[in-house]
């Protein structure tokens, strides 16, 4: 079990449930694992953890060694891996990968479009990849290189009011939206605690023996960030707009509410 910092760490649960979005089918075995991930839920560990768990390879390695490999991981379709392919159904087993909404929208504006404090000088961590103009593009707004952090949150907010939240960047796109999650999930569970980077095991035993069957399984698991890396939203506006950002997620994903939307429904 990781130890838990309020600071330092970002819950995100991992859930088996009968969903699509890619399967695979181990090689000798009747049976399909499909699996879903959305960006920001800790996507890039649980992608490297997959390709481990399927070929037994590092994907660095892979991606090192093997000039046909994807530079980004996360075209799963690309590892040219025999069994692997899109899927329009549920698997025998389905991985969904989910985070705490409030934490992945944080997590999502300091890496992708903070502005400094005060300025408009760009601060967000990805320099590479800067998603400011696109999702200011979506609402027709002027175009901007960096957001504060209340503009970001009135921005996802109108989105969601003119029902143009499923046009946004998958950074910034709901995670019900980008994968759908069941309502009725079986009542027999196992709860795996462990960080997100040690998903490895837990995978390849899922995948290569499909062992759990189409029973339901949480993996609760401490994704920790750097202390001096993890950003919290400073004014109580933009926490109450994400709350009402979020409000459509939370009713269907299976995490309980930021304590923050909780305690402002009681004021």
Not at 228 to 252: G, I, K, M, Q, S
Request: with cysteine.
């Amino acid at each position: 079990v990781c130890p838990r910092s309020a600071m330092a760490a970002a819950l995100i649960t991992v859930t088996l449930v009968l969903q699509h979005f890619y399967q695979y089918s181990p090689p000798g075995q009747n049976v399909t694992v499909s699996f879903c991930f959305c960006n920001k839920c800790g996507s890039s560990s649980f992608v490297a953890a997959l390709y481990e768990a399927i070929t037994g390879t590092e994907i660095r390695a892979a991606i090192a060694e093997n000039p046909k490999m994807p530079r980004n991981p996360h075209n799963v379709l690309d590892w040219d891996i025999p069994g692997l392919a899109a899927a329009r159904r549920p698997g025998d087993v389905h991985i969904g990968l989910v985070r705490d909404p409030i934490s992945r929208y944080e997590s999502a504006f300091r890496s992708k479009v903070m502005c400094c404090p005060n300025t408009t000088k760009p601060c967000f961590q990805d320099s590479s990849n800067p998603l400011a103009p696109r999702l200011t593009r979506v609402l027709g707004q002027p175009r901007k290189p960096c957001m504060g952090e209340h503009q970001y949150a009135q921005t996802l907010l109108q989105a969601k009011r003119q029902h143009l939240a499923g046009q946004l960047d998958p950074h910034f796109k709901p995670q019900h939206l980008v994968c759908p999650h069941g309502h009725r999930l079986p009542a027999r569970t196992v709860a795996l605690i462990g960080d997100a980077k040690t998903l490895g095991p837990t995978l390849r035993q899922v995948v290569q023996r499909a062992a759990f069957g189409n029973r339901t399984i949480d993996l609760k698991v401490e994704h920790a960030t750097s202390p001096d890396h993890y950003y919290t939203f400073r004014w109580p506006a933009t926490f109450r707009a994400l709350c009402a950002v979020a409000r459509d997620e939370y009713a269907v994903l299976p995490l309980p509410r930021h304590p923050r939307c909780a305690a402002f429904d009681e004021q």
